[in-house]
């Protein structure tokens, strides 16, 4: 907690609690919230990027059972569980007795924006600290009850003990005492030890286990209130496109179609206001479909409709050949390229993506007296209730968010559109309406991953080593989603695999280009990662190649010796995910380290029979570091077969080991679907593929059938899961393609290419 | 049109040519059985048609009239058919929209086949997509049936 009170936002936080409960201190218990069946526990204050108010998150119900509440999104990485750990550990309470609450929208609970792979950087020091002033208050409920002091009673495993008598009380025997008392000063919480902990640092299953092997558990579209209608909606083909004229007659004579209502035409910048177009609302999800096919609609296809992805595909790399603006720069690169020996050049590229979630997106509103009740499988509720509320003229406040599991996600389902298009729907229709996207809405009409050219450039001299490397990068930033014509990418965006280079060359610069967005761009899974990580870690392969060494430890010699980079020659601190370089630093020991263990484990060095290979890769992302190897065979034909891979991870503290060991396992794969086919193209503006024929990920026959998993036992700071798995993905996969066949993929998807 | 949905008679009236996906979903409340593409092309809708993997959202409900239809929530009566105790084994979900689609498809693979091999577990599964990617755990965990059956 301490670290946290350091960050400048937190004063304010801070100061906002004080002045909103009238106690001072950091723990509080806000009795005018409580009813006689729950305590509540509170925290004042929320993570280092945020927030207001009071956070309530523990509650008893009468028989004892704790109610945990949860106000991140499950997406499948398993927050609610670890959630729970963290609490339930800290107060000590029976997991068998513990129910997770899925919190609504609030910023009481302070961030509940589940991106970024940060849930468990946020919270974990901060709900251990609640979890353990539970567990104190109940000490102290245990010694009222016996009058003996509360320093005698022990808490354990949802038992009050009082040491010297023996005697027992349970939770539920002391909830009316704890509901009346007050809270442990900051400085009188006692945190548990590692060595104490029954749950964190466990791989404990996920506590919706069950609904999820049965088909009970409730998804965006499985919420089902009386009388609902289903909605779907035809958007423009091109963003900022329009509806010039649109004739319904024919979609409303099919059975079953209520009502063709048109959505309000948006306004550039776009953030997540909904595109427009025109809604087919009936009474089932088929009709609606058939409806929305009977609609006969002309459009203005607006500013983008020149937008052809393989012409600005020659733009971007013509952009990448010019010098651009220079973010970092060490020694003299000219110089440095001019002492060398040998010189390389490359050019990547790596087409937009999309999410493509096994769920499309999907909301149910309903409108209240007070405003409106949403139902949605969003990775932001309160982003949600800032967009519904403004689309509808209500105040957030009005707009009540339920957060059902998210069918996966991977960064789409943090911007709610579609919440804002199924509460306009349902504000003008007087329906319940749940919206629904099918597919095809889904692959057209996404916030895409960024579309990138990049060039490296190396010198090596005559022993290999490396003299100088020049990365330039260019691609349409996700700012221009927030402010129209923004054409630079922020140091955020640059901060993901480009400008933290750890890439140890006497002679060193970054530049980035301009250039346009002409679609919503949008954050997706590891983000920029994505595209730099493949770039660079490709390269160096290729560096290692010209110098004729071991890739492996070609790897480790450029990455060079054990240090924490202070990124000197950057006109500006490096972001670091929104932590100090105090805090985590960027530790190349860390990340050679997990070079080497994922190289022991894949036997690296080992011969191989003819056309088969292995690359390595290795990346720090979100603050977490991860080394990939990747075991390929290409046959005769070119067909690709991945018989193995290992990984291994370094995210300081981790919650649930085997939630790490699944993430790992599902962001290679990830990893494998941005490689091999998935790419958005697009002509006139509008998405060229619709569905997951045309845009096809990974299926079992493609994937490893072996994924190893070594998570590095770390007390360092907790980092992030959910994306770092991904990067080093393709890129280790592209060099075992390289050590099995000599050919060299520079452009994503691998596609056709090595049957060429 | 009659229809059997896990054992029970049901008398249904609407348009024939609605996928069983939405009559399952829409007019049953059956949510267990997802929609993932509407084409036959992720499986997460896989439902069993006379014991048979079917793609739900791309089969008319004539098509089902007087077939015994079996959805996940029919599976099994406890979530305890041996495939959904492997999955909890060895902790296969994600996100886990796609798992009844897969423990269908597995189930109606393993119903034919006690014994398959790797490929014939690839060839059977790999019409259904996980976009979490869990496959190296869907294939231990039929394999782990497989193994204890043969």
Known sequence: MSDLLQAPVFDISRRRFIQAVGLGGIFAISTQLLSPTRALAAIGGTSAT???????????????????TCHRSDMGQHIRTAIGQIIADEMEADWER?????????????????????????????????????????????????GVPAGECVVANHKISHTKTGRQLDFQDVINRLVTMEVPQEAAVMLKTREQWRYINTGMASVDMDELINGRAIFGADVRLPDTKVAVVARPPVVLGKVKSFDATAALAIP??????????????????????????????????????????????????????????????????????????????????????????????VPHLSHAPMEPPVATARMTSTGVQVWAATQNPQADQAEVSRMLGLQPAQVEVHVTLLGGAFGRKSKPDFSSEAAYLAQQSGFTIRLQWTREDDIQHDFYHTVSAQKLTAGLDDQGKILAFQHRTVFPSIGALFSTGTTKPSAGELSQGFSDSPISAPNLQLEVGEAQAHVRIGWLRSVNNIHHCFAVQSFIA???AAAQRDPKDYLLEVIGPARRLEFDGMGEPYPNYGETLTRYPYDTGRLAHVIHLAAASAGWGRTL???????????????????????????????????????????????????????????????????????????????????????????????????????????????????????????????????????????????????? | MKLTINGKPIEYTGDPQMPLLWVLRDELNLTGTKYGCGIAQCGACTVHVNGMAQRACALPVAAAENQLVVTIEGLSVDGDHPLQTAWKDIQVPQCGFCQPGQIMQAAALLATNAGPTDAEIDTAMSGNICRCGTYPRIRAAIKSVAGASS
Not at chain 1, 123 to 135: Q, T
Not at chain 1, 292 to 307: C, E, F, H
């Open chain 1, 50 to 68: 945020t927030s207001q108010a009071v956070n309530l998150f523990v509650a008893f119900t009468q028989d004892g059972t704790v109610e945990i």
């Open chain 1, 98 to 146: 513990v129910r997770i609450v899925q919190a609504l929208g609030d910023p009481r609970y302070g961030d509940q924006n589940t991106d970024g792979s940060r849930s468990i950087r946020y919270n974990l020091d901060r709900l251990r600290r609640l979890g353990a002033s539970v567990r104190q208050m109940l000490a102290v409920a245990g010694g009222q009850h016996w």
């Open chain 1, 256 to 349: 079953g179609v209520l009502k063709v209502i048109a959505i309000p035409v948006p306004t550039a910048p776009l953030v997540y206001q909904p595109l427009g177009g025109i809604a087919v609302i009936a009474s089932n999800t088929w009709a609606a479909i058939q409806g929305r096919n009977a609609l006969k609609i002309v459009w203005d296809n607006g500013i983008n409709g020149s937008y052809d992805s393989r012409a600005y595909q020659q733009l971007l790399e013509q952009k990448a050949r010019e010098p651009g603006s220079v973010i970092r720069s060490q020694g003299d690169i000219n110089a440095g390229l001019a002492a060398a020996t040998t010189r390389l050049d490359a050019e990547y590229y």
């Open chain 1, 542 to 544: 290729e560096m290692a």
């Open chain 1, 609 to 756: 029979p003819p056309g088969s290979g292995l690359g390595i890769a290795a990346h720090r992302s979100f603050l977490t570091y991860v080394a990939t190897v990747v075991e390929v065979n290409v046959s005769s034909s070119g067909e690709l077969t991945i018989p193995k891979v290992w990984m291994a991870i370094d995210a300081g503290t981790v919650v649930n080991t085997d939630t790490v060991i699944n993430q790992c396992q599902g962001g290679a794969v990830f990893g494998l679907s941005c490689a091999l086919h998935a790419g958005i193209t697009l002509q006139h503006g509008a998405v060229e593929q619709s569905n997951y024929h045309d845009y096809a990920v990974a299926r079992m026959n493609e994937a490893p059938p072996i994924i190893e998993v070594q998570v590095v036992a770390s007390d360092a700071l907790p980092a992030g899961v959910g994306e770092p798995p991904t990067p080093p993905f393709a890129p280790a996969l592209c060099n075992a393609i390289y050590a099995a066949t000599g050919k060299r993929i520079r452009q994503l998807p691998i596609g056709n290419q090595l049957r060429s």
